[in-house]
């Protein structure tokens, strides 16, 4: 058990929709991550937010946001959803001791599957 | 961002070193290499950072040449448990540049009987 937590575990739904995913981090993590993990692209690194700010941004697609909590806890909003948005969405957690140093922490994802 | 090259797959059979090299011809000055470790359905799982030379931990070694274009992760006596996928990650730690983060493919390692 990394200490990071998601919900949904799992989530069916219809193209077009709009699905909220959610993560909170380890205690005392200010960092999360989210990435999507689809068959033919891997492991893809969405965004970045630390201490309620975003600080770095991967391929997310416009459909796709997310923000930060004042409690840290994150959410991934996708919409208009498309049958190639069924993945798995990993969030991941750091502590971020200083740039010698950043082991992230995964959650153990949410699959969502778009019929 | 500096593109990782790993083998696809591996085999390996129980009790033996493992060796997956990454080849990282473009890192950065403030690139670190990080390896993380997955199973099935599972998320990643960090296994061991490094800069420069030799770091040990309890469960591998990453030796890193004076280039630093390349990188290996030594898996010693390995189990059926080590089967796994192996990411090469090569990047800022604290990911201020990144804007590509990218896992790669990663190395499929079976260990046999």
């Known amino acids: 058990d990394s200490g990071v937590t998601q919900t949904p575990k799992h989530l069916i739904t219809a193209t077009g929709q709009r699905v909220t995913l959610r993560c909170s981090p380890r205690?005392?993590?200010?960092?999360v991550y989210w990435y999507q993990q689809s068959l033919d692209q891997g492991l893809q690194f969405l965004i970045q937010y630390y201490n309620g700010e975003e600080r770095a941004k991967g391929n997310i697609l416009e459909r796709f946001s997310a923000q930060q909590f004042p409690d840290l806890h994150s959410e991934l909003n996708l919409s208009s959803l498309e049958l190639g948005d069924s993945a798995l969405y990993f969030c991941a957690s750091s502590v971020e001791r200083d740039r010698t140093y950043n082991e992230q922490f995964f959650g153990p994802g949410t699959r969502l599957t778009v019929l | 961002l500096a593109k990782t090259t790993q083998p696809i797959s591996m085999d390996s059979y129980e009790g033996q070193e493992v060796n997956i090299t990454c080849s990282h011809n473009n890192i950065a000055t403030n690139d670190y290499i990080t390896w993380y470790q997955q199973f099935p359905s599972q998320g990643p799982r960090f296994i061991i950072q490094?800069?420069?030379t030799k770091v040990t931990n309890e469960v591998a070694s990453l030796f890193i040449p004076a280039d630093r274009k390349s990188s290996t992760l030594s898996l010693p006596r390995v189990s059926l448990s080590d089967t796994a996928v192996y990411y090469c990650l090569v990047g800022d730690p604290l990911m201020y540049n990144n804007n590509d983060m990218r896992f790669g493919a990663g190395t499929r390692l079976t260990v046999k009987p």
């Open positions: 205690s005392g993590d200010l960092s």
């Open positions: 490094g800069y420069k």
